[in-house]
């Protein structure tokens, strides 16, 4: 499952809003994945932003969901839109410029999948923190989050992440179409912005638009882990490295014992 249109939403407006609304003045974006389109979607309603870089591994997913997935076709056609379809490490490092917002939009961690490799600290340290602008703010999908799944990857992405940036915040909300609370971890060097009516405010001058799930309520309230979560991710020791990787067991692969 990568998203569905009933409640695709909800991931969405989660993974793009929150890094938007923290950031001054944002201007340029660059998504890892994010093939279906519809976090370039979410980011182009700011109307501050000058460019998104969206870089997708998979041309075939991209072909199919700029045909078919109607939502986002005026996205796809938005000329701020700079669609590259490479394998997203490959592509931060060989780019000069800088961004001030870079998103992971990326697949779970699965064992044998490409995607783990961009969940390390030496990809967040070397390659992807040197391409954030001074303020810079970098946010990702961070896997399921629930009472009985956040252990699978969720506190390590956070713990890994807090060992590179200052300032890091976990945040979860429930996704019906997953089946589970979902989880995404915010870093950057300069403090966040929590203040409720402050987010409502920017929301209402900054994007185009009503969102459908997030306000400023909700998400400072999505920052609030349950008591069992936030103790894992307090005592998470477990970083993220080429040879020590956490993996998500794919569906009907039962866990070894």
């Keep these: ?32 994945g994010g093939g279906e389109g519809s976090a370039a979607r979410e ?41 590259v379809i490479n394998d997203a490490k490959a592509e931060l490092e060989a780019r000069k410029e800088k961004f001030d917002i870079i998103v992971g939009d990326l697949a779970d961690p699965v064992e044998g999948g490409p995607c ?18 001074d303020n810079g703010i970098f946010v990702t999908q961070a896997g399921p989050a629930g009472v009985f799944t956040h252990k699978e990857v969720f506190s390590s992405i956070y713990n890994t ?21 979902w989880g995404w971890v915010i870093a950057s060097d300069q403090p966040f912005c929590l203040d409720a009516g402050k987010i409502d405010k920017k929301m209402a ?35 993220y490295t080429e040879e020590d990787a956490r993996f998500i067991h794919g569906h009907g692969v039962a866990y070894r014992i």
Excluded: W
């Design 1 to 32: 499952m990568q998203s569905a249109e009933v409640d695709e939403f909800i991931y969405h407006e989660c993974l793009i809003h929150p890094a938007l609304l923290c950031h001054p003045n944002p201007k340029t974006v660059f998504i890892m």
């Design 205 to 239: 001058e900054k994007i185009d638009g009503e969102l459908l799930y997030l306000s400023g309520a909700s998400f400072f309230s999505s920052t609030i882990l349950n008591k069992t979560v936030a103790k894992t991710l307090k005592n998470e020791t477990h970083v």
């Design 161 to 181: 992440i807090k060992q590179v940036f200052k300032y890091v915040l976990a945040y979860t909300a429930h996704v019906p179409s997953f089946a589970d609370t």
């Design 116 to 133: 783990y490799q961009l969940y390390t600290k030496s990809f967040y340290e070397n390659i992807l923190k040197p391409k954030l602008n």
């Design 43 to 83: 980011a182009l309603r700011h109307k501050s932003i000058e460019k998104v870089v969206m870089c997708d591994i998979d041309q075939e997913v991209v072909d199919f969901c700029r045909r078919y997935l109607t939502a986002n076709h005026e996205a796809f056609r938005n000329t701020k839109l700079h669609l």
